[in-house]
Structures are given as structure tokens and as C-alpha cells.
């Protein structure tokens, strides 16, 4: 078992084709409803009230550097406002050939454009609060009470100042090798804590990468990314950093469905010839007997985790699921094993790992779940195929042992399903292991005679 996620527009099934093909099983994954095949939007809205600093205009002077959105004047009786930051010359420019309305002027490599004779209300002094600027008695432009984004601080991961960061997975024209490509949303805000709408537009479509491919827009107070290359682009929002707060993939579809499906994912599109590149995996499978306990726990299994990294571990034992974490990864992970400084039980029915920003996507999703109710790939079967069989015995006080009663049912089977009840009988108590006779007979099962292998480590 594993929880997958589905960014894309498209809906998923994976279809899981078996030997005795008794049933067809299928695992759905619908696409995400937050976006089409080419746009998708934030979820999420801003959170922080800014409330603007007052300011007056200042003082035209001579190799000054001025700031987009920045006021001088009056001058001769008007107000100019910089439409285009810069250094101000070493004489003043022609103000008098900018005297009219929305006029503009060149001095050195500002630009300044008449703002009339209303002096401004309050104005910022960067480019980085589009709600604080106020021009006369109306805003410009009109932001209406648009709240900010905090992209302060590290993510849930861990990632030192993470929270500003994108990070958009793209394949262009060939689906098969995907860009994993990360943008600083901060960088035209004037503090991460305090991030509109636009500063993220301005920062992705100023990036040359970004803007080869994609564009953003503000829409009431949201991100929106669009393709500029429609039907030519397959993408996705990581789940990291800034997505935790925009929600990208709010609206993204979530499965607990086997690690079959693994060979679906987009980041696994080129092992394997049939992937349809349609998933994200998001928690991953801990092999039986792979944990060694101790105040330092190491976990052998394959990853791709960095030292730091936040990450929660589920373990199941005796039918009862412990969540450890989110704790960081210690030492030097390998591709085959990591550790974490928590003591975690060496012996389990079954255990999985996500990182930290995962297991909260899985907790906030319309599945009501956690990492801790993940199943076993044999439970995912829910008893519907044939071809994998359990059995349990009880035996009797001969040496060696001769089974009496053995139950055989579908793996995944629960309590109220058919199972084979097959009753040995022996002539005496010798070490005869052949039955006088044999009975085959129908029986339903109950809790009690599946949970000795529901809790037991069956393995890989």
C-alpha cells in the first residue's frame, strides 16, 4: 500500500491484471478540481492585514535612488510618482514638459509620470504592497481589501526557508523527463512575511525559465499559472514550500492504493515503458525487519532524503498503528537507508514513511485519514482474487504436529467472508501425518481467525 496524489486534471485508474483474472480490480484516483489541463490556481488565500505605512511625498534631489511607487512634489504645483525605479540625474529633469495628466518625464533612469495636483493619501515606498497605495481618494489600481501571504520560515520538510520557494515539476512536449524547477516568490516583496498576490506574479514572470513556459496572474487575490504552451506542457505544483500555504493542490485527489501503482508516477516515467506518469507517491513502503531500534533508528529502505528533512513514520504492531514524528533525518542518508533520532520498534506487521509536508496533505484530504490507516498491498485485495491465498491451522498434540482444522480464504478477506474449512480426521494417535478422512466444507469467517495474520509480519 501507499498513499498516491493526483495533481492533474485527469482522472486516474490503475487496473491491477492477475494471473486468475477471477475479477477485474481498479483503483481510481480522480484529478485535481482546482485546475484544468493547462491552468491551475491557489486554493488558499492570504491570511495577513497589512496596514500601510503613512507617507508623504519627499523631496525631489539630484543621484537619488527612488522607488517604484515612490512620490515627489509638489513641483510647480503637481505630484509625480515613479512608474519606473532608478538613479535621479545630476540636474533636475524638464518637469515643465510633464504638466499634464498621466505626462511622463525621464530623469536619468527614473521615470516619472504626473500625478495631477492631489497630493497622495498614503503611499508606499516600494513596489511591494500593491493594497497601500493610495492616490487622491481612491486606490491605484483597486486591490480592494486584499489580504498578504506569510512565505516566511522554513516548510513543514524542514527547508530552511522553504515557504518561499515553488517549486513546479514540467515536461515540455516529451512527457517522459520532467524539470523539477524552484522560484523565490519573495523576491519583489519587501519582506516574506508580507507577500501579495502581485509580488508572486512579478517574481514567476520575471524568471526567464518560468516565463518560457508558463505565465501567472493575480485573480481576486490569487495565484493563477497557465501554460503558455497549451497541450505542449504536462505540469504540476510540488508539494513544498510556498504550495503548503497557496494550495495549489488543495483540491487534488488522494489513494490508498498498492505499490503497484508506484510505476505510475510522473517521477517513474522513464522505468517503466506502460507508465502513464499520472501520480505522486506520497508515502512509501518500510520492508519487514528493515528497522533497527535504538535511540538513533535506522531504516533500510530506498529514499531520496536529504539530512534535515522532516519525516513521520507509521508502524503497525499487534493490529495497533504508532505515528513517530515528524522528526528530521540525522546523519548521512544513503539512497538505501536513513536514520532518525527516535527509537522505533525493530519488530512490526508493516511500516511506511512520508515526509512531513505529505503526511499533512494525506490529513487534510476528503479521505478522513492519516499516514496510520495505510494498509498492506494484500489487504488492499479486500478478498476479491483468487490467486493469493492465506491459510491458518490449528494442530493437534502429536509430534510432529498433524493439522486439524485449516481455513483457506482470499488474501485481504474480513470477518463475514467466505472461507474453505478443511477438517482432517486421523485413526489414532501415531505419527501417521496422512488423514483416515478429509472434509472441505464452506465457513464464514470471523474476526477472531483473521487477526492472527492481520498482525503478523508477512513481509516485503
Not at 512634489?73 to 512608474?83: A, K, L, R, T
Not at 514638459?97 to 497630493?119: E, I, K, Y
Not at 505542449?232 to 513544498?240: E, G, K, R, V
Request: hydrophobic residues 35%; neutral net charge; contains cysteine.
Amino acid at each position: 500500500m501507499a498513499f498516491f496524489q493526483n495533481p492533474f486534471f485527469e482522472d486516474y485508474t490503475g487496473s491491477w491484471v492477475l494471473g486468475d483474472r477471477q475479477q477485474s480490480l481498479s483503483y481510481p484516483v480522480k484529478g485535481n478540481q482546482g485546475r484544468s489541463a493547462d491552468m491551475v490556481y491557489a486554493f488558499n488565500k492570504g491570511t495577513v492585514n497589512y496596514t500601510p505605512p503613512a507617507y508623504s511625498p519627499v523631496t525631489w534631489a539630484a543621484g537619488t535612488a527612488f522607488y517604484q511607487n515612490q512620490w515627489v512634489g509638489p513641483i510647480s504645483g503637481y505630484y509625480y510618482f515613479c512608474s519606473a525605479a532608478g538613479t535621479s540625474g545630476t540636474t533636475a529633469p524638464a518637469w515643465a514638459s510633464a504638466t499634464t495628466l498621466n505626462s511622463t518625464v525621464t530623469d536619468n533612469t527614473v521615470t516619472w509620470t504626473n500625478m495631477g495636483t492631489v497630493a497622495p493619501l498614503s503611499v508606499s515606498t516600494t513596489n511591494a504592497t500593491p493594497s497601500a497605495l493610495v492616490l487622491g481618494n481612491k486606490p491605484y489600481p483597486s486591490y480592494g481589501n486584499e489580504l498578504a501571504y506569510n512565505l516566511s520560515g522554513n516548510d513543514s520538510n524542514g527547508t530552511t526557508n522553504g515557504r518561499k520557494l515553488l517549486t513546479i515539476n514540467f515536461a515540455y512536449k516529451n512527457f517522459n523527463q520532467y524539470v523539477s524547477y524552484a522560484i523565490d516568490l519573495t523576491s519583489t516583496a519587501a519582506s516574506a512575511a508580507t507577500v501579495f498576490a502581485d509580488d508572486m506574479v512579478n517574481a514567476l514572470n520575471a524568471d526567464a525559465v518560468f516565463s518560457t513556459y508558463f505565465t501567472a496572474a493575480n485573480k481576486e487575490g490569487r495565484l493563477v499559472i497557465s501554460s503558455l504552451k497549451p497541450g505542449q506542457t504536462h505540469f504540476y505544483i510540488q508539494n513544498s514550500g510556498a504550495e503548503e500555504i497557496l494550495g495549489f493542490n488543495q483540491r487534488a485527489s488522494y489513494g490508498d492504493i498498492p505499490t503497484y501503482f508506484a510505476r505510475d508516477t510522473a517521477l517513474n516515467v522513464l522505468n517503466y515503458n506502460n507508465s502513464s506518469g499520472s501520480l505522486v507517491q506520497l508515502s512509501f513502503k518500510i520492508p519487514a525487519a528493515s528497522i533497527s531500534a535504538g535511540a538513533t533508528s535506522t531504516i533500510t529502505c530506498p529514499n531520496n532524503l536529504t539530512a534535515g528533512t522532516n519525516v513521520v513514520i507509521a508502524q503497525t504492531v499487534s493490529g495497533t498503528t504508532t505515528l513517530f514524528g515528524p522528526t528530521p533525518v540525522t546523519g548521512t542518508p544513503s539512497s538505501t537507508s536513513f536514520q532518525v533520532g527516535v527509537n522505533i520498534p525493530g519488530t512490526y506487521a508493516y511500516a511506511f514513511w512520508a515526509r512531513a509536508i505529505d503526511a499533512n496533505f494525506i490529513a487534510q484530504s476528503t479521505l478522513g485519514v492519516t499516514l496510520a490507516n495505510g494498509q498492506d498491498d494484500w489487504k488492499l485485495l479486500k478478498g476479491r482474487s483468487g490467486l493469493f491465498q492465506f491459510q491458518s491451522s490449528t494442530f493437534d498434540g502429536n509430534s510432529p504436529p498433524r493439522p486439524l482444522v485449516t481455513l483457506t480464504y482470499p488474501a485481504g478477506a474480513i470477518a463475514g467472508d467466505l472461507a474453505m474449512k478443511t477438517v482432517n480426521n486421523y485413526a489414532n494417535s501415531g505419527t501417521g501425518s496422512t488423514p483416515t478422512w478429509q472434509a472441505q466444507v464452506p465457513y464464514t469467517l470471523t474476526a477472531a481467525d483473521i487477526n492472527t495474520i492481520a498482525n503478523a509480519n508477512i513481509g516485503t
